[in-house]
């Protein structure tokens, strides 16, 4: 990757929607060779995929959270049950297996605190091989997840 392929990265991550040629016109290239190295960072996993940014409170998830999980036990196949169950829970939109106090920090939103309780209490604490959880509210937003600087 080299610094023609980290600006036009730059310039998706803050506009996905861009054309090749705009694309081009903001990089410094022809369309083709744009086209070229868009391909070549998507077909090296570089450029992972393309997605609309949702605003969680506007979409109606007002209540967001951190929850630390710990295990039980570290059998592979406790944790791939594990694994699998998180999969399965929609409000649970990306988990990290964690170094620290916990195993897995999980990040979960919900309508409200009903709802998040019902996935906390009722749905996580169920999956195979949890032993423990701990949650963290978030209060408010100082910086939104954005750009990775590349």
Same mark, same amino acid.
């Not at 996935?119 to 996580?124: E, F, G, P, Q, T």
């Not at 209060?139 to 939104?144: I, N």
């Given at each position: 990757m %080299? %610094? !023609?392929d980290r600006h036009i990265i730059s310039v998706l991550q803050a506009d996905g929607r861009r054309t090749n040629a705009e694309l081009a016109e903001a990089v410094g290239l022809s !369309?083709?060779?744009v086209h070229r190295r +868009?391909?070549?960072l998507e077909d090296t996993g570089v450029i992972a995929g393309y997605r609309a940014v949702v605003d969680p409170q506007k979409a109606g998830l007002t209540v967001l959270g951190y +929850?630390? +999980?710990?295990?039980?036990?570290h059998d592979q196949a406790l944790l791939d049950?594990?694994?699998a169950g998180v999969d399965a829970i929609a409000e649970i939109v990306a988990c990290y297996a964690i170094s620290g106090d916990g195993d897995y920090l999980l990040k979960v939103v919900a309508a409200d605190m009903e709802a998040f309780a019902d996935?906390?209490?009722?749905?996580?604490v169920?999956?195979?091989g949890v032993k423990d959880s701990t949650t963290n509210f978030v209060?408010? !937003? +100082?910086?939104?997840e954005g750009a990775w600087p590349v």
């Open positions: %080299d %610094d !023609t !369309t083709s060779a +868009v391909r070549q +929850v630390s +999980v710990k295990m039980d036990s049950e594990f694994i996935v906390a209490l009722k749905r996580l169920r999956l195979p209060l408010g !937003t +100082v910086k939104r």
